[in-house]
């Protein structure tokens, strides 16, 4: 599969009788999900390398403000995020209040944790003591989003929640999630 299709479009004009091109270039990338023979996955945006098995996660257009996103075989949608840099995949949880990270996640991501609030958050598995942290700044997908409440705490996988999806449009089509700026 090609990670970065390319339509080029020609548009001709006749101003006062001279004709004039307009070229434009439309780019499609493609995020690659990775399974190496061992289990460990990697997300990147070239075709996998020779041994693993590949999945298509999300499509994004440079020219389109949207971002659609596949369901794994979990039926789970899943982004990267970014933040100081440094990016790492999520899963899409609309039903998650916050963003939440792992205390690993956050210190590879160089958020500081001396400066957290202590919280007991309600979750699936029973209410659990976080670390809260309002992020500056930060990237879901290709969508640069600001003043984010990040939840951190003991083991857990990254959620991207409503503290973040709150600055996004979300809807369905064919069973893909799409996500789009407010």
């Not at 609309?94 to 007991?120: C, F, K, N, W």
């Not at 879901?140 to 990254?158: D, W």
């Not at 409503?162 to 407010?182: C, H, P, W, Y």
Request: include cysteine; charged fraction near 10%; proline fraction near 3%.
């Amino acid at each position: 599969m090609y990670t970065l299709a390319a339509a080029r479009f020609r548009l001709w004009l006749t101003l006062g009788g001279a004709v004039c091109t307009l070229s434009m270039s439309l780019h499609a990338q493609t995020i690659q999900k990775c399974t190496r023979p061992d289990g460990s996955i990697l997300y990147q945006q070239d075709v996998c390398p020779p041994g693993t098995n590949s999945k298509t996660v999300s499509t994004e257009s440079s020219v389109s403000n949207s971002l659609t996103l596949l369901a794994n075989s979990n039926h789970q949608y899943t982004t990267t995020l970014t933040i100081n840099g440094v990016t790492v995949p999520g899963y899409v949880d609309t039903g998650a209040t916050y963003v939440s990270m792992s205390v690993e996640t956050a210190s590879r991501m160089h958020i500081s944790l001396s400066d957290v609030q202590g919280r007991y958050m309600q979750t699936a598995n029973g209410i659990v003591a976080t670390g809260n942290k309002v992020v500056a700044v930060m990237k879901v997908g290709k969508f640069e989003l600001y003043n984010v409440e990040v939840a951190i705490l003991g083991n857990t996988p990254t959620l991207i929640g409503m503290s973040a999806l709150s600055q996004l449009k979300f809807s369905n089509e064919n069973g893909n999630m799409v996500l789009t700026k407010r």
